[in-house]
């Protein structure tokens, strides 16, 4: 598993007021794209630091991250193990990334969503009886102490995304992106505070609230900037821009709006959006470039993929009527 | 629409005897990807040289053309209207790619597989009757005409290749690739014909018996030819090499063994295949090259796409006994 070069920058059609661009970190050569493939890469080489040799993932039926995690680990002939939280029966829900993982012959320790430590004791328990030092991607069994890891992913994407305007010959004025654990934004955002320039960078958050949200991807900047022993810029916090406003009732939820821009997006551009991640992501882009009155400027979409959830709604996207 | 610079070459594990490697054209970036998308640009714009106006596009409930085509001419509103064979209610048969052509809102014309040409007059009545002038895909109502228009796409992809050759420093011994319709295989063999270069270029039928392939295949690099006022070398045809040892019982069969090397180049390569098409041609790679002794080469497998029948596949894949 490598990341490779750089991925496809595309203008868009129907950008209204604004230039519309997609960065297409969903072609990323490896696991079907998407941004966890370069997230998956930063807990894989950080696990090697460590020098573990075995791998604790967490996530829930539809995790892109743990689909390319199994991925990665069964290419690397690294053990894996998954925590899977929020459905009792792992195999009752039936989703593309779920049917990968088991594609993997992964093992799974189901649990409910306020359960996951001492899942998490479980997992490590098993690995340690078999003779293995785990890594767990979230930390330690609370999920604390790896902020900084996950966010250096992005962190170096942002300065590809700087080569690619220099490329381009544009600038970009404005960053969208679906906002879930907090990874993408905290290291968009690393490298933008890195660069020290004019970009603004909004997350659309797909499960949490704002004032949450921000407080994880305020963490995860501070664990990056302390792992890379600098100070960060004073006030950073204020820059930090997560919107709240377009949840259609929480994670995994949506509306017949979302899939009409789903429809819409793959229709006119090409692009395979999904409900749960960047169909959600997308609709609230537009919807809050209009509320803010924001015009005549270059906005980039970062397509963060998320592939077997674009196949997972298509019979709804397809058959469904204007729900 | 239009094609993208270069799609990535990878070196894949495994190759045996052989150093094996991979063209990702199922990364392309437009509609999912794949060959067709190089195919479907190549029609559309012999469509815009003869002044048509409306596409009329032929194919099954699988068919990765038609969803690249519907695609295509919404993004470029053309009209565009789809005589679907072997499947006497097209809603019946439910696949990925027919469910993407849906929601295209594609207007569909079913007939029997031996009932064509009826239905292509039928769909140039329709079109014509609303005052479009459109253009078969395949020539007349017969699907003779246009044999040497698919091959362009992959003769200029010829050249990608023999780029991609100088960028990685290695000469590529075999093109092994999935034969279904033949356009692919004319135009690696035009353009390989162009080139007079060593390169042998092998098909794994995926439907046709070797025979009447080859003979279509053989037509199509005659056409495509004539259309550029080249004279064909002599003895050419004996270059053709199409493998139908591995149909598997024909278009759309497979077994547990075309499963299982799916199952496999997902895990190890990160490959998504399907077993229509490039599963089929994959299997068949790996058997032709022990079969026929083949060792110490550089073999290229040229991946043409076809994610959404890996969706299609993955329950069987995922869930599936030894099958």
């Known amino acids: 598993m490598r990341v490779y070069e750089s991925t496809p920058v595309m203008p868009l059609l129907g950008g209204g007021d604004n230039r519309l661009f997609v960065k297409r970190d969903d072609l990323l050569p490896f696991s079907l794209g998407g941004n966890k493939v370069r997230i998956a890469e930063a807990f894989l080489s950080d696990m090697k630091e460590k020098g573990k040799n075995a791998l ?15 991925s990665a680990c069964r290419a690397d002939g690294v053990p894996c193990l998954m925590v899977c939280s929020g459905d009792p029966d792992h195999t009752s829900l039936k989703t593309g990334n779920s049917r990968i993982v088991s594609l993997f012959e992964v093992e799974v320790i189901s649990c409910a969503k306020n359960a996951i430590a001492p899942a998490v004791d479980e997992a490590f328990a098993r690995l340690e009886s078999r003779g293995y ?3 767990y991607i979230y930390g330690n069994r609370l999920g604390e102490g790896n902020e900084g890891t996950a966010a250096r992913a992005y962190a170096a994407s ?5 080569e690619d305007e220099r490329k381009l010959g544009l600038h970009f004025d404005y960053i969208f992106h679906a906002s879930g654990t907090g990874a993408t934004q905290s290291g968009l955002m690393a490298g933008h505070l890195l660069a020290a320039d004019e970009k603004k960078i909004v997350g659309i958050s797909v499960s949490r609230d704002r004032e949450r949200g921000t407080g994880i991807i305020r963490e995860g900047i501070r664990a990056y900037f302390r792992d ?16 709240d406003s377009y949840l ?7 509306d017949g709006e979302i899939l009409e821009v789903i429809r819409e997006q793959f229709r006119v551009n090409s692009l395979p959006l999904d409900p749960t991640y960047t169909g959600k992501a997308f609709f609230g882009m537009t919807k809050y470039l209009r509320r803010m ?9 970062l397509h963060t993929g998320g592939l077997p959830l674009f196949f997972d709604a298509l019979p709804d996207l397809a058959d469904g009527k204007e729900k």
Chains 1, 2 share one sequence.
């Open 56 to 70: 604790i993932m967490y996530g829930n039926s539809r995790s892109n991250l743990c689909r390319v995690l199994a």
């Open 133 to 135: 030092d785990p890594y």
């Open 158 to 162: 942002y300065r590809e995304i700087l």
């Open 228 to 243: 890379c022993g600098l100070a960060l810029p004073e006030g950073f916090e204020k820059e930090i821009e997560l919107c």
């Open 248 to 254: 259609a009732g929480g994670y995994g939820k949506y």
């Open 293 to 301: 009155g924001v015009k005549g400027k270059n906005v980039l979409f």
